[in-house]
């Protein structure tokens, strides 16, 4: 049973990475490239990086309180 938490675990993490590095990439990279000269192209990858951000949130809500409530806290 141990295993299933560890994927559990890894599964949060891996989520987590996904949704910080989203938004450090719409915090970071959109603002300096909505000077370049496509800005239709940088609409496309982050509607992107929002898609996979709510896919980020839906794996992190259940394994999150799936792990708060496997180790009592």
């Keep these: 049973m141990g295993e299933v ?3 559990v675990c890894w599964l949060h993490l891996l989520a987590m990475a996904l949704l910080v590095g989203g938004q450090l990439f719409r915090a970071a990279v959109v603002p300096v490239a909505r000077r370049a000269a496509d800005p239709e192209r940088l609409r496309a990858v982050a ?6 951000t709510v896919v980020a949130i839906v794996v992190l809500l259940p394994t999150g309180a ?5 180790y009592d806290r």
């Design 47 to 52: 509607g992107r990086f929002g898609y996979w």
């Design 5 to 7: 938490w560890l994927a």
């Design 66 to 70: 799936a792990m708060a409530s496997h």
